[in-house]
Nanobody, 128 residues
Framework: QLQLVESGGELVQAGDSLRLSCVAL????????MGWFRQAPGKEREFVAA????????YYADSVKGRFTIIRDNDKNTVYLQMNKLEPGDTALYYC?????????????????????WGQGTQVTVTS
């Protein structure tokens, strides 16, 4: 099973950009779809973005579409979340997750039950 370590979270101002990274330790990364989720205080964890094993398919929550980009580098066992035009509503603890699937569809990869490994999270705080 993959072990996941996120980094890159910071305190930033609205309109700024950040890039989160998630390094996976394990041999199955390149065959596994990956996702990013987030959880704000007092709210349930929500889907942000997902990417298929090859990087050929990407999926986004409507709230981040056009602002966030998920990419992966299978040579580095790393998945990234490039976040542009950040808003205070993006403030949350961001989690990286490894799916049980190599690829699927947006409804499936957009749910927590599609994932079998989770990182500890990295905090993103956006001030107005």
């Amino acid at each position: 099973q993959l072990q996941l370590v996120e980094s890159g979270g910071e305190l930033v101002q609205a309109g700024d950009s950040l890039r989160l990274s998630c390094v996976a330790l394990g041999r199955t990364f390149s065959s596994t779809a990956m996702g990013w989720f987030r959880q704000a205080p007092g709210k349930e964890r929500e889907f942000v973005a997902a990417i298929s094993w090859s990087g050929g398919n990407t999926y986004y929550a409507d709230s981040v579409k056009g602002r966030f980009t998920i990419i992966r580098d299978n040579d580095k066992n790393t998945v990234y979340l490039q976040m542009n035009k950040l808003e205070p509503g993006d403030t949350a603890l961001y989690y990286c997750a490894a799916s049980k699937y190599s690829d699927y569809d947006r409804p499936t990869l957009g749910t927590s039950r599609a994932y079998v490994a989770w990182g500890q999270g990295t905090q993103v705080t956006v001030t107005s």
